[in-house]
Every structure is written in structure tokens, then in C-alpha cells.
């Protein structure tokens, strides 16, 4: 998978399910994501391939023809498009916002438990260190 810089969009319900499937399957055709996702919602076998085909479209996956049909993988990982999205949000709000956001996220962390607020903490200092290193 290629961590190239991908945009990454907003997904609907349906586009968040599938990706969640590939991530985890690592690969699939339409019928497979149809009987894996769609029978249990009522969605019609085109209705995923619809799906499969704008994820494509918006480069969140790779397909290769196998036969008559085509075999989808994810073109990145979860965590490059969460880190990405979650990166696109976050710019988006620090303009003007921007102590509202690291408060925002210290009290996520700290929600989260006292391991994650400690994570943080060694984050922002490792992250303090190499900004002064880099300035001498």
C-alpha cells in the first residue's frame, strides 16, 4: 500500500463498511463484499458494486481483473486514511481555533485513559526536543 498523498473524502455509511471489510480481508470481489456486507442490509449485489467503483474512483482502492471480474484491495491502510482525514479536520479547525483543538485533544486523552494522556505528553516533548535540535 502506498502512503502517497491521498485526499482523503468523507465516506458515507455504506463506503465506510466496505473499506472496513477490505482492511480487514484484505481483498475481495463484489460478491464477496455482497455476501459479507450486503445480504444482511438488503443491499443489491449493484449497489456494492457501485460502492466498489467510487471507492476506486476516489483512489482509496487498487482492483485487478480476475476473470470477469474485478478483486479490490484498500490503496491505503486505515491509519494513513484516519491520519489523513483526521490531519484534513484538525487543519481545518486550527485556523483560528487553535488552543481549542490541543484542549479538545488533551481532554480526548485524558478520556481516554491516563496511558493515552501519558502518550500524549511523551509525544509533544519528543516533538519539543526535535524542534530545538533543529534549530541549533
Known sequence: MS???VRPPLL????????????SD???CAKAVHVALGKRRGIT??????????LFEKDLLERDKVSHAHVYRARVTREEFHRSLLGELVGALMHGQA??????FVDLAER????????????????????KQGRR
Open 112 to 131: 481516554a485513559g491516563p496511558e493515552h494522556l501519558a502518550r500524549l505528553e511523551s509525544l509533544v516533548a519528543e516533538r519539543l526536543r526535535e524542534n
Open 45 to 54: 449485489l449493484n449497489t456494492i458494486q457501485s460502492t466498489l467503483k467510487r
Open 99 to 104: 488552543e481549542v483543538v490541543v484542549s479538545a
Open 26 to 28: 484484505g481483498e475481495g
Open 3 to 5: 502512503s502517497a498523498s
Open 12 to 23: 458515507g455509511e455504506l463506503e465506510t463498511a466496505v473499506m472496513a471489510h477490505l482492511w
